[in-house]
């Protein structure tokens, strides 16, 4: 088999970039990227046939770990009996009976297919119950790559947003509202500017897309509060945390109810869906019911429907989460150690079996913390993982992700090849 330098020349003639997501192409870390041909359990391999020890798990979903005996069988016989019907199918309605079982904020739901049409939906629906314009969202959280999501906050005092990216116009940006994660006055700032204008705040409970960033003691339930007294509606993006940190999600955890609810990631396992849930009232807005247009010709999928059936089945086992814990803890435990040994200050940040590394003393609590840690140590670690074998994101500011294939002896491999690196930086 060709190596993954020649994969990835060739792939740059036929592909933007010689990737299907920016961050594939390892710019954030150097060097060419790896090409995969095969996964197992907690392993990658490369086409070199190099094995590697996998933390990205397809940034999430995989909590089952590659290849799992019950998925991929689910997935045969769904494929078997149709790839896709474009009509309704039994396995939707079992999947949305799943989801609402352990996620009883999501009263009626919908099915997409991405994370990102999640939260189109979501931003949609709740502009259409609310009959406002504007969403708040934080600054560092990200909620996939529609054009009202990729905005930054406008220079100095609290405004309107500016694009985040090429192709977005400033009209749609201006509809977005951006303000630092963990700043509640902000938050109560944007109400009184805006007042009467906002739809909804939308937030990652833990935002996992800038390392993995906890929320601050109240923070959530002061969101809860503020949007209620509004009339806002309040949007949990829980597409990396929901059945990763708990079956009920961050939600269950902190005890809040929101509104709408995006989920996405290990309800497919590994194959590609989204979801839209909340409140039956709002819910109601989305055609055919209201007014609210939305659509997907591969929507409620079969394939993903049973992916997801099999991957949510599996995680209602018995003691399955506690596993997934304990696993995350020696691993946040044992990179702590490994870096404090070598003199390396390293904080991380971990809920449930999904971790945060920053290279810094404390953990940063919004994006500008974040990007006052001391980023470039990011590529060096990297590399030198990579090189033993051991596959973390390649690019700094990704969260890690262990699944239950991740076993004792796997992490104890992981922590002596970070002993070693970590001396190196
Ligand atoms: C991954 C992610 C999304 C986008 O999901 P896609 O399936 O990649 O479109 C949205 N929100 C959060 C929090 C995510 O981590």
Request: charged share 20%.
């Amino acid at each position: 088999m060709a190596t993954s330098a020649e994969w990835f020349t060739r792939a740059k003639e036929s592909l933007a970039g010689g990737v299907n997501s920016p961050v594939r192409c390892w710019r954030g870390v150097g060097g060419d990227p790896l090409f995969f041909f095969r996964g197992e359990g907690p392993y990658l391999y490369s086409v070199e046939g190099k094995r590697y020890t996998d933390y990205v798990g397809s940034w999430g979903p995989l909590i089952l770990g590659h290849g799992h005996p019950e998925v991929v069988e689910a997935v045969c016989r769904a494929a078997s009996d149709s790839t896709s019907f474009g009509a309704c199918c039994p396995a939707e309605v079992e999947l949305a009976e799943e989801v609402k079982g352990v996620f009883p904020s999501m009263e009626l739901l919908r099915f997409v297919s991405s994370g990102t049409e999640a939260v189109m939906t979501a931003l949609r629906v709740a502009r259409g119950f609310t009959g406002r314009d504007l969403v708040v969202k934080f600054e560092g959280c990200y909620h996939g790559h529609s054009d009202s999501m990729l905005v930054n906050a406008g220079s100095g005092a609290l405004t309107l947003g500016n694009p985040d990216s090429g192709g977005v116009p400033a009209s749609v940006a201006s509809a977005t509202v951006v303000v630092p994660f963990n700043d509640g006055e902000k938050v109560a700032e944007a109400f009184r500017l805006f007042s009467g204008r906002i739809a909804a705040v939308i937030v990652e409970p833990w935002a996992g897309n800038m390392g993995l960033v906890p929320p601050c003691e109240g923070f959530l339930p002061f969101l809860r509060e503020i949007t209620e007294k509004h009339g806002a509606l309040l949007v949990f993006d829980e597409v990396i945390t929901g059945f990763r940190v708990s079956e009920g999600g961050a939600q269950q955890r902190a005890g809040i109810v929101p509104d709408l609810t995006c989920l996405g990631k290990i309800i497919g396992g590994g194959l590609p869906v989204g979801a839209v849930g909340g409140r039956r009232e709002v819910m109601e807005v989305l055609a055919p019911l209201g007014p609210v247009y939305q659509a997907g010709t591969l929507s409620g999928n079969p394939l993903a429907m049973a992916s997801g059936l099999a991957t949510l089945g599996a995680l209602k086992r018995e003691g399955v989460y506690e596993r997934l814990e304990e696993t995350a803890v020696q691993l946040a435990d044992g990179l702590k150690d490994a870096a404090s040994h070598a003199g390396v200050p390293l904080s991380v940040s971990r809920f449930g079996s999904v971790l945060g590394l920053f290279f810094a003393p404390r953990l940063p609590r919004n994006l500008g913390e974040v990007k006052g840690t001391d980023g470039a140590k990011y590529p060096p670690f990297f590399h030198g993982m990579e090189e033993r074998g051991q596959y973390f994101a390649p690019s700094p500011f990704e969260a890690a992700f262990v699944s239950l294939a991740h076993g004792r002896e796997v992490v104890e491999e992981t922590l002596a090849a970070a002993r070693e690196v970590f001396t190196s930086l």
